[in-house]
């Protein structure tokens, strides 16, 4: 590995050369002016169990700005890419849980910082992040020129024929980093989270008790969930009267720390006027197996025992408009499950 920390100068005039601006942008109109200091560094390092690669730091009076590239395996990204080729045209079926799992798949997946640190010490302002990818022989996310600048910026690791995904940083910092030299660099990273698409209802009208199970994709542990002590409760939202049926789910056994369930409280509804539909509207509300907004506190009670030894939550169904049928319809989307704890990860830079 090739590694250096001395500021190269270069007054980018060539139209053909990279112009690099303080903005996280691959594809922005390039406003202010463009970067004429630069630190090569070559940087390799692991992150989210893949190779990844800094070429440069571009230093700018605001902060600094970098690309993280990732050379993506063939097969596995066009068996992807081969697999989810039109998902997009049947997006509007999906739901959001099944959306989040198709992302997921994804061999790419962008570096997700939480924080950086610069030559020792957290001297950040805002992170910002953006990435795009290229496949050969497939229709692309980037734009040509995206692709012939970046290739021939950084021809050590971009060869014809690569797949690739590109990821630029933009660090903005309190202090001045035009012409500071870059000892060191500390990346800090968000856990990794998986979705399981469970897609479980049940119909639970006030005073009913149901249960739901899962098998946990890790685990392999079967999972029951209870639900009971349900009632109706009534809530105004932009002048429509809504209402839930909220009750206690408990999970036997719990889940893993940093797992939890995923609810969908979520429906979109039509307004009745003297028995005409008059508008229609969406009502939400996000909540989990830690559980949901604060508005649902009563669903369970701080003295509140488990029936079964489990571990107890608030859960809501979704809602529908007042005075209708009370339809309690729990809707267990998903199973939010950790793949990697977050990582502190030096980069080398010397």
Not at 279 to 306: L, M, R
Request: with cysteine.
């Amino acid at each position: 590995m090739r590694t250096q920390s001395i500021i190269a100068f270069v007054h980018q005039n060539s139209e053909e050369e990279m112009q690099v601006y303080f903005d996280s942008s691959l594809w922005g109109c390039g406003e202010g002016q463009p970067c004429d200091t630069i630190q090569m560094v070559h940087a390799r390092f692991m992150a989210g169990g893949k190779e990844r690669v800094i070429p440069a730091i571009y230093h700018f009076e605001e902060g600094i700005v970098f690309d993280l590239l990732t050379i993506m395996d063939e097969i596995q990204i066009k068996a992807y890419y081969d697999k989810y080729r039109d998902w997009e045209k049947t997006v509007s079926e999906l739901s959001e849980v099944q959306i989040q799992k198709v992302e997921q798949e994804n061999p790419y997946q962008n570096v997700d910082i939480a924080d950086i640190r610069l030559n020792g010490t957290k001297e950040i302002k805002q992170i910002c992040t953006s990435g795009r990818w290229h496949i050969p022989g497939y229709q692309n996310v980037m734009e040509e020129h995206q692709l012939c600048e970046l290739t021939e910026a950084y021809p050590e690791y971009l060869k014809e024929g690569l797949s690739f995904g590109c990821q630029r940083i933009q660090v903005n910092t309190p202090k001045a980093w035009g012409k500071k030299t870059l000892h060191a660099m500390q990346i800090r990273t968000r856990k990794q989270c998986r979705t399981e698409v469970l897609n479980l209802e049940a119909e639970v009208n006030p005073g009913e008790e149901a249960c739901l199970s899962f098998v946990h994709p890790v685990t392999g542990e079967r999972h029951q969930v209870f639900l009971y002590d349900t009632e109706v409760w009534n809530h105004t939202i932009s002048g429509m009267e809504l209402s839930y049926v909220i009750g206690t789910a408990e999970l036997v056994p719990g889940l893993p720390p940093g797992d939890r369930l995923m609810f969908d409280s979520s429906i979109s509804f039509t307004k009745r006027d003297k028995g005409r539909r008059t508008g229609v509207g969406t009502a939400a509300v996000i909540g989990g197996q830690a559980g949901p907004t604060a508005i649902f506190w009563a669903g369970c009670k701080e003295d509140k025992k488990p029936r079964h030894g489990g571990v107890l939550t608030s859960c809501f169904s979704r809602p529908f408009l007042s005075g209708e049928d009370a339809k309690g319809v729990f809707c267990m989307t998903g199973l939010e499950y950790m793949v990697r704890e977050e990582e502190i990860i030096q980069i080398p830079i010397s």
